[in-house]
């Protein structure tokens, strides 16, 4: 059964090609009415992050772990890199969610089919945000995607869950309504941004940074994100990504920042 049905591109698009110009544009087809639109997990992958360094003229480099513009020859902000994988999670993998999920409520799939789209759906964007913190898919290594096992099968786990208490209430009177479903549903979609910052961490370390702190974002922040903050500069590692252990969870905000030891 496919997830998502097949979007036809104007005829004057090309998916591959040298221009950058045109990639640009293919993405914006692509990205400015998902909610009306649907299209391949396949097209994204391509366009959004795997081609992410080419489409905005980035090279990553490795002995600095950072992209490089290259018209202007300075380094590209890391909240510019993130911004692009917060894009692709509202964009792409929360409208997808929340089409699967509607299919469920529906009655169009059962409870075992959207299980199947779902975790299909998470492991995409567990892979698409790991390489793009990592500095892309060439330089993404097994072990990075071994570390995402881990996630998987964590957030597996967490669906497992979800999936047999819809399906057991269904019927009585505790049986979870559509709104209920979907709202829980959409908390996966900013699951895999924890996965960024997985990359991020063996990209920095890689490059010889050896301390990291914790940077609190521009909304509420909770205790525990506070208390690490507090902490400062400390050994890369020592912090977990953002959105894991602490309140927040998946709505966390928070970043973080490397440097090399003065």
């Given at each position: 059964?496919?997830?998502?049905?097949i979007?036809p591109?104007?005829?004057?698009?090309?998916?591959?090609?040298?221009?950058?110009?045109?990639?640009?544009?293919?993405?914006?087809?692509?990205?400015?009415s998902?909610?009306?639109?649907?299209?391949?997990?396949?097209?994204?992958?391509?366009?959004?992050?795997?081609?992410?360094?080419?489409?905005?003229?980035?090279?990553?480099?490795?002995?600095?772990?950072?992209y490089?513009?290259?018209?202007?020859?300075?380094?590209?902000?890391e909240?510019?890199?993130?911004?692009?994988?917060?894009?692709?999670?509202?964009?792409?993998?929360?409208?997808?969610i929340?089409?699967?999920?509607?299919?469920?409520?529906?009655?169009?799939?059962?409870?075992?089919?959207?299980?199947?789209?779902?975790?299909r759906?998470?492991k995409?964007?567990?892979?698409?945000?790991?390489?793009?913190?990592?500095?892309?898919?060439?330089?993404?290594?097994?072990?990075?995607?071994?570390?995402?096992?881990?996630?998987l099968?964590?957030?597996?786990?967490?669906?497992?869950?979800?999936?047999?208490?819809?399906?057991?209430?269904?019927?009585?009177?505790?049986?979870?309504t559509?709104?209920?479903?979907?709202?829980?549903s959409?908390?996966?979609?900013?699951?895999?941004?924890?996965?960024?910052?997985?990359?991020?961490?063996?990209?920095?370390?890689?490059?010889?940074?050896?301390?990291e702190?914790?940077?609190?974002g521009?909304?509420?922040?909770?205790?525990?994100?506070?208390?690490?903050?507090?902490?400062g500069?400390m050994?890369?590692?020592?912090?977990?990504s953002?959105?894991?252990?602490?309140?927040?969870?998946?709505?966390?905000?928070?970043?973080?920042?490397?440097?090399?030891?003065?």
């Amino acid at each position: 059964m496919k997830v998502i049905q097949i979007l036809p591109l104007p005829t004057s698009s090309v998916l591959i090609t040298d221009s950058r110009e045109r990639k640009q544009r293919i993405f914006r087809y692509l990205t400015d009415s998902l909610t009306q639109r649907q299209t391949t997990r396949a097209v994204l992958r391509r366009v959004i992050i795997a081609e992410l360094a080419d489409r905005e003229g980035y090279t990553w480099e490795q002995l600095t772990g950072r992209y490089r513009n290259n018209r202007t020859g300075q380094f590209v902000a890391e909240s510019r890199i993130i911004a692009e994988v917060d894009t692709y999670h509202e964009k792409v993998v929360k409208p997808n969610i929340e089409r699967i999920t509607e299919r469920l409520t529906n009655g169009n799939i059962n409870v075992s089919q959207w299980q199947a789209q779902m975790q299909r759906e998470i492991k995409d964007a567990h892979i698409l945000s790991v390489q793009a913190g990592r500095g892309g898919k060439a330089v993404t290594t097994q072990a990075d995607y071994g570390r995402q096992g881990g996630r998987l099968n964590f957030e597996y786990r967490r669906l497992d869950l979800f999936a047999a208490e819809i399906a057991s209430k269904h019927g009585t009177d505790q049986e979870l309504t559509a709104k209920q479903i979907m709202a829980r549903s959409q908390l996966y979609s900013r699951g895999s941004r924890t996965a960024y910052y997985d990359g991020l961490n063996a990209a920095k370390e890689g490059a010889g940074f050896n301390e990291e702190r914790r940077v609190l974002g521009a909304t509420d922040h909770c205790q525990v994100c506070r208390d690490f903050e507090a902490e400062g500069w400390m050994p890369i590692g020592h912090f977990p990504s953002p959105g894991t252990q602490c309140e927040g969870r998946h709505n966390c905000g928070c970043d973080k920042e490397f440097r090399v030891r003065p």
